[in-house]
T-cell receptor, first 115, second 114 residues
Framework: AQTVTQSQPEMSVQEAETVTLSCTYDTSESDYYLFWYKQPPSRQMILVIRQEAYKQQNATENRFSVNFQKAAKSFSLKISDSQLGDAAMYFC????????????FGKGITLSVRP | DTGVSQNPRHKITKRGQNVTFRCDPI?????LYWYRQTLGQGPEFLTYFQNEAQLEKSRLLSDRFSAERPKGSFSTLEIQRTEQGDSAMYLC????????????FGPGTRLLVL
């Protein structure tokens, strides 16, 4: 079974600084997808960034980028120029490429941004 | 694109009562998922529909839980004889066909069983 581990329950960053959120996963599949989702307080979950396992190039989306290390099964999220609106719970998630493609989530990390 | 909607947003019920939640996916999405999220945890998969067919159910989905998607559009999740342990956020997500397509989440229904 696939597992996703986020070992840091909380992190804090100064506004305009850079922060990295860690995630490791375990799977026996060779082809899969990895995601970072953001869940602001009392608001719905939205996709931040996604990575296809077959792509060696790390995904980037504006201020968000990932460091995908397939051999190490590591998938960290870097947020540059942190903004107050980045404060939220962040979930790392995995899905394989089968028809179901259900998501397996980590426990999440609460990110606070200090003004 | 109106996004995924869920109703009600909040539900308080007494133990032993039945509750039903509704999810309206993005209109062109043929795949629909239900997840459950307890406080401080990540969502856990409950069940999956492709069009009107329920193709997978988690072992978390006890026989008190039933889900339907009668015409391949909206879906309902019913919990019979609710227990306090059912208190959680119930999330619905949808996506289009194709491998690795992004799942879009609704705002969730927060259930509190007293």
């Amino acid at each position: 079974a696939q597992t996703v581990t986020q070992s840091q329950p909380e992190m804090s960053v100064q506004e305009a600084e850079t922060v990295t959120l860690s995630c490791t996963y375990d799977t026996s599949e060779s082809d899969y997808y990895l995601f970072w989702y953001k869940q602001p307080p009392s608001r719905q979950m939205i996709l931040v960034i996604r990575q296809e396992a077959y792509k060696q190039q790390n995904a980037t989306e504006n201020r968000f980028s990932v460091n995908f290390q397939k051999a190490a099964k590591s998938f960290s999220l870097k947020i540059s120029d942190s903004q107050l609106g980045d404060a939220a719970m962040y979930f790392c998630a995995y899905s394989y490429t089968g028809a179901n493609s259900k998501l397996t989530f980590g426990k999440g990390i609460t990110l606070s941004v200090r003004p | 694109d109106t996004g995924v909607s869920q109703n009600p947003r909040h539900k308080i019920t007494k133990r032993g009562q039945n509750v039903t939640f509704r999810c309206d996916p993005i209109s062109e999405h043929n795949r629909l998922y239900w997840y459950r999220q307890t406080l401080g945890q990540g969502p856990e998969f409950l069940t999956y529909f492709q069009n009107e067919a329920q193709l997978e159910k988690s072992r978390l989905l006890s026989d008190r839980f039933s889900a339907e998607r009668p015409k391949g559009s909206f879906s309902t999740l019913e919990i019979q004889r609710t227990e306090q342990g059912d208190s959680a956020m119930y999330l619905c997500a949808s996506r289009s066909s194709g491998t690795g397509e992004t799942q879009y989440f609704g705002p969730g229904t927060r259930l509190l069983v007293l």
